[in-house]
């Protein structure tokens, strides 16, 4: 059963199901937009995207790190709203996620792993809780990147 349980999470990260992976919300967006902020929004293509990225490093440390040191919200999770992001800055930060998400995987998939184990240097999470809270977050924050690119005729999905 417990298998079947790391299959299922594994299958939420490698085929989002009813939801878009990051890669399709990424594919194919035009650089003159990597820093635009749709109207009524306030944050950027930039900004979602980097904020998916440290989001999920952070959660992916904290399950892993002993040492783990808690982040300032909002401010450690957004990049600063003055910086404008490159062609490099943005394929750079695609690649950490996907990187992490190689990390995350390989947690679910190890046997040694107990997902249901209190993480002992946090305050009653699991793996298990982190994992779900992982692909929640995500999936939340993928949605409005697609929702986004919507808005500026930029979707073909």
Excluded: C
Excluded at 42 to 65: K, V
Aim: aromatic share 10%; glycine share 6%.
């Amino acid at each position: 059963m417990l298998n079947r349980l790391r299959e299922q999470l594994l299958g939420y990260i490698d085929q989002p199901h009813t939801h878009g992976s990051l890669m399709d919300a990424v594919k194919g967006l035009p650089e003159k937009y990597i820093n635009e902020k749709p109207e009524g929004l306030p944050y950027s293509f930039w900004g979602m995207l980097e904020h998916i990225r440290l989001s999920q490093f952070d959660m992916i440390d904290f399950m892993q790190n002993p040492a783990y040191k808690e982040l300032e919200w909002p401010k450690d999770y957004w990049p600063d709203e003055s910086e404008k992001a490159t062609r490099k800055m943005w394929d750079e930060a695609i690649s950490m996620f996907q990187k992490d998400t190689e990390t995350l995987k390989k947690i679910i998939n190890d046997p040694e792993v107990d997902l249901f184990a209190k993480i002992p240097h946090g305050s009653g999470q699991t793996i298990f809780r982190e994992v779900m809270q992982i692909i929640d977050h995500n999936s939340y924050h993928i949605g409005q990147l697609i929702v986004m690119r919507r808005m500026i005729g930029e979707w073909k999905g």
